[in-house]
């Protein structure tokens, strides 16, 4: 089981808060680290100093940091071109040495758009679907020929489909709760379907469904890397899990319920419950960026027995 780290910057955290947890992301032995893509603060938080851009912030991250992989859940569809994002992702990935992997989703939380005057349309999904095929094309298409497309959203005309990411295929990332069309999408584009903040029983069956659109679409099962995104709420105690569930204003029952809560031991049992699901990959949703002693807890009592396992 591999557990990676995802941060919700918006929230309340500039740049320098995320160099800090990516770096001791990577000291202390995870294997990625993953950020939201909002404008916004969300609940009661003051979002102070202010939003971060994901890409621009993953950019700075990809030259600081040398092992860990780097990504997005999920780049809203909304915030870019798909062109633009192309060369963006493309972009990073060669200053990161080939460490990255796009999430994609087509945006949902319609407030930040109008905070910052982007559009937000009603044909989200259909438009997700022309964007991956837009920017897997991009980067699939060999050095020296050129690239078209003409959909219903996006016009490409003899684009030189430059510049090409450092690795022969970036990690593409595709999730949700939807029953039909996400799991047709993921089975044609996605590398890794992802369900974000599930229960073991909604996750299974996802994950089922997911599986078989991938069949139907001509591919194994098994070609897809499935993966879970939970809150994480780790104490030595149950004081310590307390004081962590107070800090981000949470209930410890509620995030035992629907995270990743309690002591080292009942974080790993419900790890491997999620893992019997046929999850390989759990992001581990850290919304406390300056509680660094949760992750160093986290590396030296969950990692080590899953290590076991």
Same mark, same amino acid.
């Given at each position: 089981?591999?557990?990676?780290?995802?941060?919700? *910057?918006? %929230?309340? $955290?500039?740049?320098?808060?995320?160099?800090?947890?990516?770096?001791?992301?990577? #000291?202390?032995?995870?294997?990625?680290?993953?950020?939201?893509?909002? &404008?916004?603060?969300?609940?009661?938080?003051?979002?102070?100093?202010?939003?971060?851009?994901?890409?621009?912030?993953?950019?700075?991250?990809?030259?600081?940091?040398?092992?860990?992989?780097?990504?997005?859940?999920?780049? @809203?569809?909304?915030?870019?071109?798909?062109?633009?994002? @192309?060369?963006?992702?493309?972009?990073? #990935?060669?200053?990161?040495?080939?460490?990255?992997?796009?999430?994609?989703?087509?945006?949902?939380?319609?407030?930040?758009?109008?905070? &910052?005057?982007?559009?937000?349309?009603?044909?989200?999904?259909?438009?997700?679907?022309? %964007?991956?095929?837009?920017?897997?094309?991009?980067? @699939?298409?060999?050095?020296?020929?050129?690239?078209?497309?003409?959909?219903? &959203?996006? %016009? !490409?005309?003899?684009?030189?489909?430059? *510049?090409?990411?450092?690795?022969?295929?970036?990690?593409?990332?595709?999730?949700?709760?939807?029953?039909?069309?996400?799991?047709?999408?993921?089975?044609?584009?996605?590398?890794?379907?992802?369900?974000?903040? =599930?229960?073991?029983? #909604?996750?299974?069956?996802?994950?089922?469904?997911?599986? $078989?659109? =991938?069949? =139907?679409?001509?591919?194994? @099962?098994?070609?897809?890397? &499935?993966?879970?995104?939970?809150?994480?709420?780790?104490?030595?105690?149950?004081?310590?899990?307390?004081?962590?569930?107070?800090?981000?204003?949470?209930?410890?029952?509620?995030?035992?319920?629907?995270?990743?809560?309690?002591?080292?031991?009942?974080?790993?049992?419900?790890?491997?419950?999620?893992?019997?699901?046929?999850?390989?990959?759990?992001?581990? %949703?850290?919304?406390? !960026?300056?509680?660094? #002693?949760?992750?160093?807890?986290?590396?030296?009592?969950? !990692?080590?027995?899953?290590?076991?396992?």
């Amino acid at each position: 089981m591999d557990l990676r780290i995802f941060t919700e *910057p918006q %929230q309340g $955290a500039g740049y320098d808060t995320l160099l800090t947890v990516a770096k001791a992301t990577e #000291d202390l032995g995870f294997d990625a680290f993953f950020r939201s893509d909002h &404008y916004l603060r969300m609940g009661s938080a003051d979002g102070l100093p202010g939003p971060t851009d994901a890409w621009i912030t993953l950019a700075g991250l990809a030259r600081e940091t040398k092992r860990i992989r780097l990504g997005t859940l999920m780049t @809203a569809g909304t915030f870019r071109l798909p062109g633009v994002l @192309a060369i963006q992702v493309a972009q990073v #990935d060669q200053m990161s040495g080939g460490r990255v992997e796009l999430g994609l989703g087509a945006g949902w939380f319609e407030e930040e758009h109008k905070a &910052y005057g982007i559009p937000f349309p009603k044909e989200k999904f259909a438009r997700l679907e022309e %964007q991956l095929a837009i920017v897997t094309g991009l980067w @699939a298409t060999e050095v020296g020929r050129t690239f078209d497309f003409h959909g219903t &959203y996006y %016009q !490409l005309n003899d684009s030189p489909a430059l *510049p090409k990411p450092a690795q022969a295929k970036v990690p593409v990332l595709i999730g949700g709760h939807g029953a039909t069309r996400t799991p047709r999408l993921a089975a044609q584009y996605a590398d890794e379907f992802n369900i974000p903040f =599930a229960s073991i029983e #909604d996750s299974e069956r996802q994950f089922t469904r997911v599986k $078989a659109a =991938a069949e =139907a679409a001509g591919r194994r @099962a098994d070609d897809l890397v &499935y993966s879970n995104a939970l809150v994480v709420c780790v104490g030595k105690d149950d004081a310590e899990v307390a004081r962590r569930a107070a800090a981000i204003g949470r209930e410890v029952e509620e995030l035992k319920a629907n995270g990743l809560a309690g002591s080292p031991a009942e974080v790993v049992e419900k790890i491997g419950k999620y893992e019997a699901t046929g999850s390989s990959r759990i992001y581990l %949703q850290l919304l406390d !960026l300056d509680d660094l #002693d949760h992750l160093e807890l986290i590396s030296s009592t969950v !990692l080590p027995q899953l290590n076991r396992a």
